[in-house]
Each structure stands twice: as C-alpha cells, then as structure tokens.
C-alpha cells in the first residue's frame, strides 16, 4: 500500500513527540539523580528516614518489621511494610549503598512525570499533558524528595496512577481500569496511611456527581481491591496485637505533636523522652492510646488555640516557601516561591478550564483537600503536600489549555465523552 504524504507527516509528528516526551523524561530523572547525588549524605537526614532503614535491615535480618523506640519499646507497627520493603530489597541486592535507591527514585520521578503526561491529556488533551510533565519534571520539591529517603516520591506516583485509572474508569466508561485504580489506592496506603482515608473522600464525591451510579460502580470495585490487598497487614497485625490495627500505632503521638501545649505547628517529638515517666511500662497499642487520650484532651482544654493553629499547620503545608532551617538559603527560597505562585495561578485557571466538568475537577482537588484536612490536625509541613502537587500541575495544564483555546491560538480539544464528567 503506498504510503502518501499525510501519512509521512503524522509519523514525522509521531516521532516528534514521542522525542519531545522522552526529553522531558530525562530531564526529569537527570534533575532528581544529579540533585540526589550531589547532597548523597543527606538520604538519611530525617528522623522518617532513619526508622524506614532500621526496618528495613530488621527485615534483612529475618526479624520482620519491627524496631526499638527510643525507649526500648519494641514496634511491630510502626509504619507501614511498603516503603521499608523498598529499602530491604535494596539492601539484600546491593548492600547500604545509597546510589541504588537514589537511582529508583528518580526513575519513579519520570515515571511521575510520565503518569502526569497521560493524566493532562486525558483531562484536557496534548497541551494539558505537556505542561503537566514538565511541572512535574522539574518541580524543586518532586525534585528533593526523590533524593531522600521518604515516601513522598512513591506517594505522587502512585497517586498520579490512582487517579488516571479513575478517569479512564469513569469517562471511558471502561469498568476494567477501576479494580487497577484500587490496586494503586493499596499500593499507596501501603507506603503512605494518611492516604487510608481519600477513598471515603472519592465516595463522598460519588455521591455528589449526577452521573452517581456509575461512579458509585466504579468506587466499589475498587474499594473492594483496596480490601483484598490491606488485608494481609489488617490479619498480621490482629495476629500480633489481638485487635483490629487499620494502618500503624503512631497516631496518637503523631496527632500529640500537631496539638500539644506548646506546639508551633512544626513537628518536634522530644516531648517523647520528656514524658517518659509517665509512659514506661507502656507496650506499643497503650502507648498509642495513651497518646491520643492526651491528644484530645488538649483540644478539650482549648478548642480555641487548637483551631488558630489549625490554621497555622495550614498555611505551613501551603506556603510558598520552606521554613525548614537547613533550606532558608535565598536560591532555595526564591525557587520555591517561584514554583508555588505559577502552579497556584496554572491551577486558578484550570478551575476555570474545568468549572463545567465539575467531577473531574473535584476529582483533582480531592488530594489537595484531603491532605489539608489530616495536617490541620497534624503538624505542617511543604513535605506533606508535595505528593499532591501533581495534581494542581494537572490543573495548570488544563488551564494552559484553556487560555490558548481562549486567545483563538489552539483549536479546540474533543471531549472524551460527549457526557463525560
């Protein structure tokens, strides 16, 4: 069959993007492994970090997930099994040598990136993905937490995957892709439990679009994937402590640290070794309780310090610059601001863009919100939004596209579903 000229002309486009895409995936694992290596003593810097290794080497071990607190109480629930795994499995191939791990983490930061492509185009066509793959390309703190030793990095992956399963699920009407879309809420859960609650959330937004019996359709079977695959920790866990443990035993010190006398809205956990006293003899669940009795009592004692400081663990999370010591040089700062202010702006506009597809706009805010809900009880933290930042990067794509179809510089993009979201 001859081959014309409109032929040779899609497969020049073909190849032209597809050259385009793999640039902006390279950048995105160059960015993230130059910036990893260049600051290798720092993988382990955080507290977080240091415990996912003493996990993950207990593991090595053949001792299983468990770790001594600083008190010499053993923990069997400390976190949650997936990241340390990660960290163990490295460790078995290739021993305590950071470069492995740096170098999966910034392969996961392309493939964020990849993932961001395909979500921008489904949500609002070619402009939209563009835009999104290269906010998440080079975004300062995608870029950071793929050279530490945190889950933030897995976290935006895997939550960029969740919620493109979910689009294709709900406007391909395509219910096969809702059981993959639970498998990666799991996944997520499994390296990050304050996302355990986002599915209660996407149900909520179920309810509330007009097309609710499909997306309700969508939401069980996934939720019921999210069932299956937590259920090996839910038994393991009934197994060692006798009761129902969901995710791990760190809420109650955790909420203590958002809510305590004193608290500024930053974490500091030596109120730990400062009531010890009060706390020895104490195994791991009653420990747990024992800190989340004190958590609400402290709210009890001042609903109105409680709230101002909600909004305080609020703005933290949000703001536009990073109020972390070690990262108060004015290049870091500056970087930040900059990426902040145009991701907020990109992302007004994709409200714009998407005002009347209104479920695929809750959709992508359904992160942002959720995570904003836990940390005004928790402390605050950029670290605590950056794997949802992806999202509002989704958002400015759509944006982008949208003022250019405005400005009468783009045609127009195809929905995918004449009735879609």
């Not at 992956?157 to 059981?179: E, I, K, N, Q």
């Amino acid at each position: 069959m001859a081959v014309g000229p409109a032929t040779d002309s899609r497969g020049a486009a073909e190849r032209t993007r597809a050259a385009a895409l793999l640039a902006i995936l390279l950048v995105a694992f160059i960015a993230r492994l130059a910036l990893g290596l260049a600051w290798r003593d720092r993988v382990f810097l955080f507290g977080d970090s240091q415990s996912y290794r003493t996990l993950g080497h207990s593991v090595v071990e053949g001792r299983g997930l468990q770790m001594k607190d600083f008190a010499g109480r053993t923990r069997y629930a400390d976190r949650m099994p997936g990241y340390p795994l990660v960290l163990a499995a490295l460790e078995k191939l290739f021993g305590e040598a950071t470069v492995p791990l740096l170098v999966l983490q910034s392969a996961l930061g392309a493939l964020a990136a990849y993932l961001a492509w395909l979500l921008g185009r489904e949500v609002a066509g070619p402009l939209a993905g563009w835009v999104a793959a290269a906010f998440t390309a080079l975004g300062p703190w995608q870029v950071y937490f793929a050279g530490v030793a945190l889950t933030e990095c897995w976290s935006a992956a895997l939550l960029l995957a969740m919620v493109l399963f979910v689009v294709r699920a709900v406007v391909r009407r395509t219910a096969a892709w809702s059981p993959v879309a639970g498998a990666a809420c799991a996944a997520l859960v499994y390296v990050h439990p304050e996302f355990a609650g986002l599915p209660i959330l996407l149900f909520v937004l179920a309810l509330l679009v007009s097309d609710r019996r499909r997306w309700l359709a969508c939401w069980g079977l996934g939720a019921a994937v999210v069932v299956l695959a937590l259920l090996p920790w839910w038994l393991r866990n009934d197994r060692l402590f006798g009761r129902f443990v969901p995710a791990t035993t760190r809420l109650g010190v955790t909420l203590y640290d958002g809510v305590r006398p004193g608290a500024t809205g930053a974490s500091d956990m030596s109120f730990e070794p400062q009531l010890a006293d009060q706390t020895r003899g104490l195994v791991e669940l009653e420990y747990d309780a024992w800190y989340l009795r004190r958590s609400w009592q402290a709210i009890r004692d001042a609903p109105g310090r409680a709230a101002a400081l909600a909004l305080v663990k609020a703005g933290r999370t949000w703001s536009p610059v990073p109020h972390a010591e070690m990262a108060q040089r004015p290049l870091y700062a500056l970087a930040s601001a900059a990426a902040f202010y145009v991701m907020a702006a990109g992302a007004a506009l994709g409200l714009v863009a998407l005002r009347r597809r209104p479920a695929l706009l809750l959709l992508l805010l359904a992160p942002a919100v959720w995570v904003t809900m836990v940390h005004l009880a928790l402390v605050g933290s950029i670290r605590y939004r950056a794997p949802v930042e992806p999202m509002l990067f989704v958002l400015a794509g759509a944006g982008a596209a949208w003022l250019l179809r405005a400005s009468n510089r783009m045609p127009r993009e195809p929905r995918c579903e004449r009735d879609g979201p």
